[in-house]
């Protein structure tokens, strides 16, 4: 099993700011990471796959990088419809495997 | 438009079985591997198994090994989970989601509850 830490659980912050999400595997995973969105009461949204390849339709402030066992996903200007839930999902081998979630809270 | 509907949640006794299914619309259904994911009250997603799209290749994870069963009927475009002797721990939202490029989830359903309590 290829376990995950996502960091932070919290963050608080502001519309225009730049937020990191950083997520740890166990083991190297190449890019096999995905990032998805989730807003309270619905179902989660494809962000990111590959590490870095932007799903068609989502904003280009937007951005993921990494390999190997290290990987961060950036916001570069947060705005109002940004602050929801995020994980990260490595597709590696099974069992596929989630984060724990960094909740993006307004400061 | 691709479309996941999923149907069949509710309260079940613990040790009990419920069976939930998925209609898929707007895709080639029988093209494309599926999941089944699952999110606790306030909790965060767990994945719970995938499907292959000619159903040849299945995967679970521990935690529902040997008490659920996934299936599929591409002729009907549909998505199965067979869920037996159901926990308290296994009260979640469960989504049907559709797997793109070996791994990765593009679409997914709204979400069906399942409460399993006494």
Redesign the interface.
Known sequence: VIWMTQSPSLLSASTGDRVTISCRMSQGISS?L?W?Q?KPGK????LI?AASTL?SGVPSRFSGSGSGTDFTLTISCLQSEDFATY?C?Q??S????????TKVEIK | EVQLVESGGGLVQPGGSLRLSCAASGFTFSSYSMNWVRQAPGKGLEWVSYISSSSSTIYYADSVKGRFTISRDNAKNSLYLQMNSLRAEDTAVYYCARDLRGGFVDYWGQGTLVTVSS
Request: glycine residues 10%; aromatic residues 36%.
């Open positions: 096999y995905a998805y989730q179902a989660p949204e494809l796959y799903q994980y999902q597709y590696y099974f069992p596929r495997t989630f984060g724990q979630g």
